[in-house]
């Protein structure tokens, strides 16, 4: 459903001035990287011999060669466009170029969080610690990460109680609302809630409080259910949901009574079928837990819960890359016809990984390893050649464009 990936990498596109179908060149073509020489350099070479003198005289007659360069910034609050143009014309070719370079970097996403608590009896032996380390920890978590946030939790009151910064007051009649931060919503769940409940709250009552910007992080903590078709109930939860909320916009981590205890599986993991506890009501919440492998998020068992690596993991969720992996071709429009031939994409991974010239494919049913296809006036990556793009900070993606008059 949703691609993973790790965080910055580097990207480079150039259109090639010939080549073959995958943007390579070949003997008979000229490629990007001997393009600039060979424009910027045309020329006639002539030789005559006088064979009463022996002397040989050569005459060379070169073409003007005019190359302008001009750098400017254009950006939103996530990224930036260093557009680099420089325009080869040749009185013989005609042939122009203009890169556009797409530099990476790590930017901070808002996180809106929603922790959803079984308040079912059955639980009643672990909410104590679940309530504590929410407490104690994730909220000093997310501020040394520097992260901006809220939390919202549901749950009923004063069953479930948790302090923010001793600023909660749980004798008091009403749930705590600290505008901007911290929110509770009294209301009553339970195993069957995790994650049915999930998408009418997202219209009442978070709607009320999450925003437009944030990544929505989903987190539900339960000890049971045990419906066995997760795959088949977690799709038509997913279907539920994703009208609301983009499917890149949310993630849904699962604590529940899976076993083994004290893991945190991550999202390539397979699902986990034991119960921890053994009890007539607990399950591990297979349907709960496929969700959380279809959006990326991680599953742990609320059995003996250490809840401090799904915290860091939550604070590092924020942190994302600037590199797009739709690119519309500079200096195009949507009814352009591109030819693939003249299209080079490169992929510059960053720290000191060589270039590697990304494969042209159909179309996104076609792609395989690092490679790209094209839409209209627009290149698109390759799952793993986005991913590839986004793993590492020091890195770009650079589109050049070379006009070949017909």
């Not at 910007?213 to 903590?221: C, E, Q, R, Y």
Request: with cysteine; net charge negative; proline share 6%.
């Amino acid at each position: 459903m949703k691609q993973f990936v790790a965080i910055p990498a580097a990207l480079t596109l150039l259109v090639a001035c010939g080549g073959d179908d995958s943007g390579r060149g070949d003997a008979s073509s000229t490629t990007l990287a001997s393009a600039s020489a060979t424009l910027g350099t045309t020329g006639t070479t002539s030789s005559t011999t006088d064979t009463d003198t022996d002397e040989t005289t050569s005459t060379t007659s070169t073409s003007t060669s005019t190359s302008t360069s001009t750098t400017t910034s254009a950006g939103d609050p996530t990224t930036d466009v260093t557009t680099s143009s420089s325009t080869t014309d040749d009185s013989t070719t005609g042939v122009a170029c203009v890169p556009m370079v797409y530099p990476n970097a790590l930017v901070k996403q808002p996180i809106d969080i929603l922790l959803y608590i079984d308040a079912s009896s059955s639980m009643a032996g672990v909410i104590k610690n679940i309530k504590e380390q929410i407490a104690g920890s994730l909220f000093s978590t997310l501020e040394a990460a520097e992260v901006d946030y809220t939390v919202t939790i549901i749950a009923p009151y004063p069953l479930v109680c948790i302090d923010w910064h001793q600023m909660v007051d749980c004798a008091a009649k009403d749930p705590p609302m600290i505008a901007d931060h911290f929110y509770h919503a009294s209301i009553g769940t339970a195993s069957s809630g995790v994650p049915d409940h999930y998408a009418s709250l997202l219209l009442d009552p978070w709607a009320t409080w999450w925003r437009p910007d944030a990544l929505k992080v989903i987190v539900g903590f339960t000890d049971g259910e045990k419906s066995p078709n997760g795959a088949a109930a977690a799709e038509a939860f997913e279907m539920m949901i994703e009208p609301l909320i983009a499917p890149a916009d949310y993630v849904v981590h699962t604590i529940s009574g899976l076993t083994p205890a004290g893991s945190l599986l991550q999202p390539d993991a397979p699902l986990a079928n034991g119960a921890c506890n053994g009890g007539d009501d607990s399950g591990p919440a297979l349907k709960a837990q496929q969700v959380s492998i279809d959006t990326g998020g991680l599953r742990a068992s609320v059995c003996g819960l250490d809840a401090q690596a799904l915290f860091d993991a939550i604070a590092q969720s924020s942190i994302t890359s600037s590199i797009a992996c739709d690119i519309e071709i500079p200096g195009t429009m949507v009814d352009d016809v591109i030819n693939p031939d003249n299209l080079e994409v490169r992929l510059e991974p960053g720290g000191g990984e060589p270039v590697v010239v990304l494969e042209n494919v159909a179309d996104e049913a076609s792609c395989v390893g690092l490679s790209y296809w094209l839409e209209a006036n627009v290149v698109h990556l390759c799952p793993d050649a986005c991913a590839a793009a986004k793993a590492k900070a020091d890195a770009s993606v650079e589109i050049e464009h070379c006009v070949i008059p017909g």
